[in-house]
Protein backbone atom coordinates (compact mmCIF):
# COMPACT_ATOMS: atom_id res chain seq x y z
CA UNK A 1 0.00 0.00 0.00
CA UNK A 2 1.66 3.23 -0.84
CA UNK A 3 1.14 6.80 -1.70
CA UNK A 4 0.22 6.34 -5.23
CA UNK A 5 -2.63 4.03 -4.46
CA UNK A 6 -4.55 6.48 -2.19
CA UNK A 7 -3.47 8.99 -4.68
CA UNK A 8 -5.39 6.75 -7.65
CA UNK A 9 -7.89 6.02 -5.45
CA UNK A 10 -9.40 9.49 -4.87
CA UNK A 11 -8.65 10.16 -8.80
CA UNK A 12 -10.36 6.62 -10.14
CA UNK A 13 -12.69 6.53 -6.84
CA UNK A 14 -14.43 3.81 -5.36
CA UNK A 15 -17.25 3.20 -7.46
CA UNK A 16 -15.73 1.45 -9.89
CA UNK A 17 -13.15 1.48 -12.92
CA UNK A 18 -11.39 -0.67 -15.64
CA UNK A 19 -9.01 -2.78 -15.01
CA UNK A 20 -7.00 -0.64 -17.91
CA UNK A 21 -7.51 2.38 -15.80
CA UNK A 22 -6.09 0.89 -12.70
CA UNK A 23 -3.28 -0.49 -14.15
CA UNK A 24 -2.62 2.66 -16.32
CA UNK A 25 -2.69 4.92 -12.94
CA UNK A 26 -0.59 2.51 -10.93
CA UNK A 27 1.95 1.96 -12.62
CA UNK A 28 5.03 0.23 -11.15
CA UNK A 29 2.38 -0.24 -7.75
CA UNK A 30 -0.21 -2.10 -9.65
CA UNK A 31 0.86 -5.81 -8.68
CA UNK A 32 1.48 -4.79 -5.11
CA UNK A 33 -2.36 -2.66 -5.11
CA UNK A 34 -3.94 -5.42 -6.50
CA UNK A 35 -4.91 -7.29 -3.36
CA UNK A 36 -6.71 -4.24 -2.36
CA UNK A 37 -8.94 -4.55 -5.22
CA UNK A 38 -12.21 -6.66 -6.00
CA UNK A 39 -13.90 -7.76 -9.25
CA UNK A 40 -17.40 -6.19 -9.72
CA UNK A 41 -20.25 -7.94 -11.87
CA UNK A 42 -20.01 -7.35 -15.33
CA UNK A 43 -17.67 -4.90 -17.37
CA UNK A 44 -16.96 -1.47 -17.05
CA UNK A 45 -18.85 1.46 -19.47
CA UNK A 46 -15.95 2.88 -20.28
CA UNK A 47 -12.04 3.59 -20.33
CA UNK A 48 -9.29 5.80 -20.76
CA UNK A 49 -8.60 7.05 -23.93
CA UNK A 50 -4.88 5.94 -24.71
CA UNK A 51 -1.93 8.36 -25.10
CA UNK A 52 -2.64 10.32 -22.42
CA UNK A 53 -5.41 12.09 -24.77
CA UNK A 54 -7.60 12.89 -21.46
CA UNK A 55 -10.68 11.57 -22.96
CA UNK A 56 -12.96 8.05 -22.11
CA UNK A 57 -13.76 5.87 -24.59
CA UNK A 58 -17.03 3.91 -24.83
CA UNK A 59 -16.58 0.24 -24.17
CA UNK A 60 -18.85 -2.19 -26.59
CA UNK A 61 -18.73 -5.46 -27.31
CA UNK A 62 -17.17 -7.17 -30.53
CA UNK A 63 -17.65 -10.44 -29.99
CA UNK A 64 -17.91 -13.24 -27.02
CA UNK A 65 -14.62 -12.44 -25.83
CA UNK A 66 -13.36 -9.31 -27.23
CA UNK A 67 -14.39 -5.53 -26.78
CA UNK A 68 -13.85 -2.18 -28.52
CA UNK A 69 -13.02 1.51 -27.28
CA UNK A 70 -15.09 3.64 -29.02
CA UNK A 71 -13.40 7.48 -28.70
CA UNK A 72 -16.57 9.57 -27.27
CA UNK A 73 -15.23 12.53 -29.03
CA UNK A 74 -17.11 11.64 -32.58
CA UNK A 75 -15.56 14.47 -34.18
CA UNK A 76 -12.14 13.50 -34.10
CA UNK A 77 -13.01 10.14 -36.01
CA UNK A 78 -10.10 7.95 -33.91
CA UNK A 79 -9.97 4.38 -34.97
CA UNK A 80 -11.61 2.21 -32.16
CA UNK A 81 -9.11 0.89 -29.82
CA UNK A 82 -9.21 -3.43 -29.15
CA UNK A 83 -9.83 -4.22 -26.01
CA UNK A 84 -9.75 -7.30 -23.92
CA UNK A 85 -12.15 -9.07 -21.57
CA UNK A 86 -10.00 -8.41 -18.71
CA UNK A 87 -8.93 -4.91 -19.53
CA UNK A 88 -12.59 -3.79 -19.01
CA UNK A 89 -13.08 -5.91 -16.26
CA UNK A 90 -14.45 -3.41 -13.21
CA UNK A 91 -12.56 -3.22 -10.13
CA UNK A 92 -13.22 -1.62 -6.75
CA UNK A 93 -11.63 -0.97 -3.40
CA UNK A 94 -12.02 -3.85 -1.26
CA UNK A 95 -13.30 -2.95 1.64
CA UNK A 96 -12.35 -5.29 3.81
CA UNK A 97 -8.74 -6.05 2.37
CA UNK A 98 -7.72 -1.76 3.15
CA UNK A 99 -9.14 -2.41 6.57
CA UNK A 100 -7.17 -4.96 7.97
CA UNK A 101 -4.02 -3.93 5.83
CA UNK A 102 -4.76 -0.27 7.74
CA UNK A 103 -5.01 -2.14 11.17
CA UNK A 104 -1.99 -3.81 10.88
CA UNK A 105 0.10 -0.20 9.63
CA UNK A 106 -1.55 2.48 12.11
CA UNK A 107 -2.28 -0.39 15.04
CA UNK A 108 -5.87 -0.52 15.46
CA UNK A 109 -8.20 -3.34 15.84
CA UNK A 110 -9.93 -3.97 12.05
CA UNK A 111 -13.41 -5.33 12.17
CA UNK A 112 -16.19 -4.76 9.92
CA UNK A 113 -19.08 -2.71 11.45
CA UNK A 114 -20.69 -0.80 8.94
CA UNK A 115 -21.08 -2.02 4.94
CA UNK A 116 -22.81 0.59 3.33
CA UNK A 117 -22.13 4.26 2.31
CA UNK A 118 -18.56 6.19 1.24
CA UNK A 119 -17.48 6.78 5.35
CA UNK A 120 -17.59 3.73 7.34
CA UNK A 121 -16.31 2.80 10.89
CA UNK A 122 -13.71 -0.38 10.10
CA UNK A 123 -12.36 -0.72 13.49
CA UNK A 124 -11.85 0.78 17.25
CA UNK A 125 -8.61 1.89 18.57
CA UNK A 126 -7.42 2.29 22.24
CA UNK A 127 -4.08 4.09 23.85
CA UNK A 128 -3.46 2.88 27.34
CA UNK A 129 -6.69 2.90 29.78
CA UNK A 130 -8.42 5.65 27.80
CA UNK A 131 -12.13 4.51 26.26
CA UNK A 132 -11.82 3.03 22.51
CA UNK A 133 -12.78 4.89 19.85
CA UNK A 134 -14.15 4.17 16.40
CA UNK A 135 -11.90 4.19 13.31
CA UNK A 136 -13.68 5.37 10.27
CA UNK A 137 -12.43 5.14 6.11
CA UNK A 138 -13.83 7.59 3.63
CA UNK A 139 -13.32 6.19 0.55
CA UNK A 140 -14.79 8.76 -2.76
CA UNK A 141 -17.43 8.00 -5.05
CA UNK A 142 -15.73 9.99 -7.05
CA UNK A 143 -18.68 12.06 -8.12
CA UNK A 144 -19.45 15.87 -8.23
CA UNK A 145 -21.17 15.38 -4.38
CA UNK A 146 -18.36 13.75 -2.43
CA UNK A 147 -17.66 16.54 -0.02
CA UNK A 148 -20.99 18.15 0.40
CA UNK A 149 -21.53 13.78 1.63
CA UNK A 150 -18.62 13.76 3.49
CA UNK A 151 -19.68 16.56 5.42
CA UNK A 152 -23.24 14.87 6.16
CA UNK A 153 -21.56 11.46 7.17
CA UNK A 154 -18.80 13.44 9.55
CA UNK A 155 -21.48 15.38 10.74
CA UNK A 156 -22.89 12.58 12.18
CA UNK A 157 -19.72 11.24 13.73
CA UNK A 158 -18.35 12.02 17.51
CA UNK A 159 -14.89 11.64 18.94
CA UNK A 160 -13.71 9.88 16.04
CA UNK A 161 -10.95 8.93 14.08
CA UNK A 162 -10.94 9.70 10.40
CA UNK A 163 -8.47 8.09 8.22
CA UNK A 164 -8.75 10.22 4.34
CA UNK A 165 -6.88 9.45 1.09
CA UNK A 166 -5.19 12.30 1.52
CA UNK A 167 -5.01 16.19 2.53
CA UNK A 168 -7.16 17.46 -0.08
CA UNK A 169 -10.24 17.01 2.40
CA UNK A 170 -9.27 19.25 4.57
CA UNK A 171 -11.28 22.06 3.59
CA UNK A 172 -12.12 24.79 6.61
CA UNK A 173 -15.95 22.72 6.42
CA UNK A 174 -14.15 19.71 7.62
CA UNK A 175 -11.34 21.56 9.94
CA UNK A 176 -14.76 23.01 11.36
CA UNK A 177 -16.16 19.94 11.98
CA UNK A 178 -12.85 18.26 13.54
CA UNK A 179 -13.28 21.14 16.15
CA UNK A 180 -16.85 20.81 16.74
CA UNK A 181 -16.91 17.16 17.26
CA UNK A 182 -14.05 15.74 18.65
CA UNK A 183 -12.30 14.48 15.03
CA UNK A 184 -8.60 13.10 14.69
CA UNK A 185 -7.40 12.92 10.69
CA UNK A 186 -5.20 11.02 9.39
CA UNK A 187 -4.28 11.63 5.43
CA UNK A 188 -3.45 8.11 4.00
CA UNK A 189 -1.42 9.51 1.43
CA UNK A 190 0.76 11.80 3.30
CA UNK A 191 1.39 9.15 6.08
CA UNK A 192 2.66 6.40 3.36
CA UNK A 193 4.70 9.14 1.58
CA UNK A 194 6.51 10.31 5.40
CA UNK A 195 7.03 6.25 6.11
CA UNK A 196 8.57 5.26 2.67
CA UNK A 197 10.66 8.81 3.14
CA UNK A 198 11.99 6.48 5.74
CA UNK A 199 10.32 8.90 8.26
CA UNK A 200 8.99 7.05 11.72
CA UNK A 201 5.52 5.80 10.99
CA UNK A 202 2.66 7.66 12.45
CA UNK A 203 0.09 5.15 14.35
CA UNK A 204 -3.00 5.83 15.47
CA UNK A 205 -1.88 5.55 18.91
CA UNK A 206 0.38 8.66 18.53
CA UNK A 207 -2.23 11.03 16.76
CA UNK A 208 -4.65 9.70 19.88
CA UNK A 209 -1.88 11.22 21.81
CA UNK A 210 -1.29 14.27 19.89
CA UNK A 211 -5.04 15.38 20.37
CA UNK A 212 -5.41 14.01 23.72
CA UNK A 213 -5.09 17.53 25.56
CA UNK A 214 -7.71 19.17 23.59
CA UNK A 215 -10.07 16.09 24.02
CA UNK A 216 -13.44 16.18 26.26
CA UNK A 217 -13.20 13.56 29.48
CA UNK A 218 -15.60 10.74 28.28
CA UNK A 219 -17.69 8.54 30.33
CA UNK A 220 -17.42 4.47 30.15
CA UNK A 221 -19.42 3.24 27.80
CA UNK A 222 -22.33 1.20 29.88
CA UNK A 223 -23.15 -0.86 26.85
CA UNK A 224 -20.34 -3.08 24.42
CA UNK A 225 -21.72 -2.40 21.17
CA UNK A 226 -20.91 -5.37 19.18
CA UNK A 227 -20.47 -5.60 15.30
CA UNK A 228 -23.67 -5.16 13.35
CA UNK A 229 -25.57 -2.92 16.30
CA UNK A 230 -27.64 0.02 15.40
CA UNK A 231 -28.96 2.81 17.17
CA UNK A 232 -32.35 1.96 16.53
CA UNK A 233 -31.53 -1.43 17.98
CA UNK A 234 -30.89 0.00 21.70
CA UNK A 235 -33.95 0.31 24.36
CA UNK A 236 -33.75 2.96 27.25
CA UNK A 237 -35.67 3.06 30.33
CA UNK A 238 -35.91 5.85 31.93
CA UNK A 239 -36.56 5.16 35.79
CA UNK A 240 -36.69 6.71 39.00
CA UNK A 241 -34.15 8.08 41.05
CA UNK A 242 -32.47 9.41 38.03
CA UNK A 243 -31.65 5.84 36.07
CA UNK A 244 -31.43 5.05 32.85
CA UNK A 245 -31.90 1.66 31.83
CA UNK A 246 -29.88 0.47 29.01
CA UNK A 247 -30.04 -2.57 26.96
CA UNK A 248 -29.58 -4.13 23.54
CA UNK A 249 -29.16 -7.60 21.73
CA UNK A 250 -29.13 -9.37 25.60
CA UNK A 251 -27.13 -6.84 27.37
CA UNK A 252 -28.61 -4.76 30.01
CA UNK A 253 -27.18 -2.13 32.33
CA UNK A 254 -27.61 1.13 34.21
CA UNK A 255 -27.16 4.51 34.25
CA UNK A 256 -27.20 7.22 36.85
CA UNK A 257 -27.36 10.95 36.60
CA UNK A 258 -25.49 12.99 39.18
CA UNK A 259 -27.06 15.29 41.36
CA UNK A 260 -26.87 19.15 41.14
CA UNK A 261 -25.94 21.22 43.81
CA UNK A 262 -29.70 21.61 44.42
CA UNK A 263 -29.72 17.87 45.40
CA UNK A 264 -31.76 17.48 42.02
CA UNK A 265 -30.56 15.47 38.83
CA UNK A 266 -29.18 17.26 36.84
CA UNK A 267 -30.78 18.58 33.50
CA UNK A 268 -30.21 15.39 31.39
CA UNK A 269 -32.60 13.34 33.07
CA UNK A 270 -35.20 15.96 33.11
CA UNK A 271 -34.63 16.06 29.11
CA UNK A 272 -35.22 12.12 28.99
CA UNK A 273 -38.13 12.40 31.39
CA UNK A 274 -39.61 14.87 28.70
CA UNK A 275 -38.56 12.60 25.33
CA UNK A 276 -39.72 9.22 27.20
CA UNK A 277 -43.49 11.28 27.75
CA UNK A 278 -43.61 12.96 24.13
CA UNK A 279 -40.81 11.27 22.12
CA UNK A 280 -39.59 15.10 20.53
CA UNK A 281 -37.42 17.38 21.80
CA UNK A 282 -37.39 21.15 20.47
CA UNK A 283 -35.10 23.66 21.71
CA UNK A 284 -36.66 27.35 22.85
CA UNK A 285 -36.86 30.23 20.21
CA UNK A 286 -33.36 31.96 19.23
CA UNK A 287 -34.55 34.65 20.67
CA UNK A 288 -35.53 33.37 24.11
CA UNK A 289 -33.81 33.96 26.91
CA UNK A 290 -32.76 30.69 27.67
CA UNK A 291 -32.20 29.35 24.44
CA UNK A 292 -28.45 28.67 24.61
CA UNK A 293 -28.46 27.22 27.95
CA UNK A 294 -30.97 24.75 27.03
CA UNK A 295 -29.61 24.02 23.74
CA UNK A 296 -26.34 23.03 25.16
CA UNK A 297 -27.77 20.70 27.64
CA UNK A 298 -29.43 18.99 24.76
CA UNK A 299 -26.28 18.49 23.07
CA UNK A 300 -24.51 16.87 26.13
CA UNK A 301 -27.19 14.71 26.81
CA UNK A 302 -26.26 13.73 22.97
CA UNK A 303 -22.52 13.31 23.63
CA UNK A 304 -23.62 11.84 26.78
CA UNK A 305 -25.39 8.68 25.14
CA UNK A 306 -22.95 8.15 22.66
CA UNK A 307 -20.42 7.68 25.48
CA UNK A 308 -22.60 5.17 26.96
CA UNK A 309 -23.29 3.77 23.96
CA UNK A 310 -20.61 4.17 21.71
CA UNK A 311 -22.14 3.33 18.07
CA UNK A 312 -21.83 5.28 14.66
CA UNK A 313 -23.90 8.01 14.08
CA UNK A 314 -26.23 10.15 16.38
CA UNK A 315 -28.77 9.10 19.04
CA UNK A 316 -31.24 11.85 17.52
CA UNK A 317 -32.45 12.85 14.15
CA UNK A 318 -33.41 16.16 13.56
CA UNK A 319 -36.92 16.52 11.88
CA UNK A 320 -38.54 20.05 10.81
CA UNK A 321 -37.04 21.75 14.31
CA UNK A 322 -37.65 18.90 16.54
CA UNK A 323 -35.02 16.55 17.32
CA UNK A 324 -36.88 12.28 17.63
CA UNK A 325 -34.71 9.67 19.33
CA UNK A 326 -33.59 7.12 17.47
CA UNK A 327 -33.30 4.48 20.12
CA UNK A 328 -36.53 3.22 21.82
CA UNK A 329 -37.34 5.50 24.58
CA UNK A 330 -39.84 4.47 27.10
CA UNK A 331 -40.52 5.27 30.66
CA UNK A 332 -40.32 2.01 33.65
CA UNK A 333 -43.41 0.28 34.72
CA UNK A 334 -43.33 2.60 38.29
CA UNK A 335 -42.67 5.87 36.29
CA UNK A 336 -45.15 5.39 34.01
CA UNK A 337 -47.93 4.81 36.24
CA UNK A 338 -47.01 7.47 38.07
CA UNK A 339 -46.93 9.90 34.72
CA UNK A 340 -50.64 8.38 34.06
CA UNK A 341 -51.81 9.26 37.29
CA UNK A 342 -50.30 12.51 37.14
CA UNK A 343 -52.95 13.27 33.73
CA UNK A 344 -55.66 11.66 35.72
CA UNK A 345 -55.39 14.27 38.39
CA UNK A 346 -54.92 17.18 36.80
CA UNK A 347 -57.88 16.13 34.30
CA UNK A 348 -60.36 15.44 37.32
Known sequence: MTTRFWRVLERLGASGSAVRDWKGALGGDWEGARAFLRAVPGTAE???????????????????????????DVEAFREPVP????EVTG??????????ELGTRLGFVAETWESD?????IGIAQRGSDLPRPVVLHLPAGHL????RLLRDLG????????????TWLTPDVQNLQ???RLTFITLAEHFEATAGGRPAFPISTAMQAGASGSVKRRRPTLHPQPGWRWDMVRIEVASGGRLILSCDGQRNEFRFPKTSKKVHSHGYAIMMHLAVNQEWRNPPSDATDHDKVRTQFRRLGRLLTDLVPLPGKPFRRHRGRFLPVFRLVLDRDLAEHVADAKWRRRA
Open 179 to 181: RRN
Open 117 to 121: GQTRQ
Open 156 to 167: RRDDTIVLLPSA
Open 145 to 148: GDMP
Open 83 to 86: LTAD
Open 46 to 72: TVAAPNGRGSRMLVVSDGEAAYLGIDD
Open 91 to 100: LRPDWTAISR
